[in-house]
């Protein structure tokens, strides 16, 4: 065979491979074309569901907020003629919530007597002997803490008998200077977070957040739920609130309602983030006021969506 022939030959082949791979890549490409053709016509209609799913969002918080503006007033109005608040928050609560609270405990005829914010410190188990030690010292003349060394326990024995007036004669458990001293050596510990020093309740609301987070641990839920079941003692009524989630294992709501004996003194509520929910908080306050306690929103292991409904 001559070097001609080869010479053919190879290009022959070359020219082969050449249109090959522009018929393959065709295909490809129509392939291609016809597969992203159907990815958009599906992103497509996604965003056109998301779209729809969004304004039907909003159109239910826009009557959310009516339900706000108009009948939570109502409902709640003389609920708390003449009864003195203070409102405690813990590490995770939303100040949209405790602004919607506040207003509503207003509204209700009550007075906001003082706002306390705890810290994750006070929650947090490695703090633990610091909390037992510092409360300890800062307990005024002649009060008693529980007999546990729960921390949790500790602080709300300590906040109680500082920032709430003795049922039922409605007098102070410490004298002002012994409060005074007491909450300044909290918040120098930083474990408390306060403005104005709160003058002593009656009742005791304590909103938190929707339950296990990266910062916010079952274990911290329990400390927390053990100083409102603790502070509850010290008080004409408390009543502790979270947003959804706050009900289940992870969350300081969901720990009172599995415990039967601290579910029967402590009211609670969840939901808190929803107008219902923030309205059943002023209502539960007044029922504690009236010596009975529930479990109210809309959680499976909620009694009823407020006091005074009942479920379904």
């Known amino acids: ?6 010479i053919i ?23 291609l074309l016809s597969m992203v053709a159907g ?39 003389g609920q708390l003629e003449q009864r003195r608040v203070i409102l405690l928050l813990a590490p995770d609560a939303d100040p949209v919530d405790r602004d919607a609270v506040r207003q509503l405990i207003t509204q209700a005829g009550g007075t906001v007597t003082g706002e306390l914010a705890l810290t994750e410190a006070v929650i947090d188990p490695s703090k633990a002997e610091a909390v037992r030690d ?4 800062l307990l005024p003349a002649g009060a008693q803490l529980p ?20 049922a039922p004669d409605g007098q102070p458990q410490a004298s002002a200077d012994q409060a005074g001293a007491a909450l300044a050596g909290l918040m120098q510990a930083g474990f408390v977070h306060a403005g104005p020093h709160p003058a002593p309740a009656q009742l005791a609301v304590v909103l938190t957040g929707g339950g296990l987070t990266a910062s916010f641990s079952a274990e911290r839920a329990a400390t927390l739920a053990r100083l409102c079941t603790e502070l509850r003692r010290y008080a004409s009524g408390a009543v502790l609130a979270g947003r959804s989630g706050a009900e289940g294992p992870a969350g300081a709501v969901g720990v009172i309602r599995a415990d039967t004996v601290a579910s029967t003194a402590l009211s609670t509520v969840d939901g808190l983030q929803t107008p219902v929910g923030r309205v ?3 209502l539960a306050l007044r029922e504690q006021a009236d010596g009975r306690a529930g479990r109210y929103g809309s959680a499976s292991n909620a009694q009823a969506p407020i006091p005074g409904a009942s479920v379904g």
């Open 147 to 166: 007999t546990t060394a729960d921390a949790g326990g500790l602080v709300g024995g300590l906040l109680g008998s500082t920032l709430l007036l003795r």
């Open 39 to 77: 990815d958009r016509h599906s992103l497509t209609e996604q965003v056109r569901q998301l779209n729809t799913q969004r304004a039907e969002l909003e159109a239910r918080e826009r009557s959310a907020n009516a339900f706000d503006a108009v009948v939570g007033p109502a409902v709640v109005r």
């Open 9 to 31: 030959s190879l290009a022959s082949v070359f020219l082969a491979l050449a249109v090959g791979i522009v018929v393959g890549s065709t295909s490809v490409s129509q392939q």
């Open 1 to 6: 065979m001559s070097v001609r022939y080869h």
């Open 134 to 137: 510092l409360t300890t010292r």
């Open 280 to 282: 059943a908080v002023v």
